[in-house]
């Protein structure tokens, strides 16, 4: 059974940097492309950045280019995100995703299997 766990989250100011981790057990992590998701209270799980199993290649939402940069570690099993220059408009709930079906990144959550619980950022003006 795949599971994943998001650590990292917590309070910052806006202009602060935060990483979060997330860390893939039960299976093989090198069959996964991976991603981070947001939410916030009554809006749809939003897509972030995710990352292409089949060619190593990120795709960022738009509004993330610059500020965020989502790496992989094939040993740890492990993704990180670097979240620099935080905005209020940051603050959510943000999840880590998987799937082995594709090897491309798709931005509907729908594509994707595994989720972990969630972490949640909050950034202050």
């Known amino acids: 059974q795949v599971q994943l766990v998001e650590s990292g989250g917590g309070l910052v100011q806006a202009g602060d940097s935060l990483r979060l981790s997330c860390i893939l057990s039960?299976?093989?992590?090198?069959?996964?492309?991976m991603a981070w998701f947001r939410q916030t209270p009554g809006q749809q799980r939003e897509f972030v950045v995710g990352?292409?199993?089949?060619?190593?290649?990120?795709r960022s939402a738009d509004f993330v280019k610059g500020r965020f940069t989502m790496s992989r570690d094939d040993l740890k099993n492990t993704v990180d995100l670097q979240m620099n220059g935080l905005k209020p408009d940051d603050t959510a709930i943000y999840f880590c995703?998987?799937?082995?079906?594709?090897?491309?990144?798709?931005?509907?959550?729908?594509?994707?299997?595994?989720w972990g619980q969630g972490t949640q950022v909050t950034v202050s003006s």
């Open positions: 990352i292409s199993v089949s060619n190593g290649n990120t």
């Open positions: 995703a998987a799937d082995s079906r594709w090897g491309a990144v798709f931005l509907s959550p729908n594509y994707w299997t595994y």
């Open positions: 039960g299976d093989t992590f090198t069959r996964y492309s």
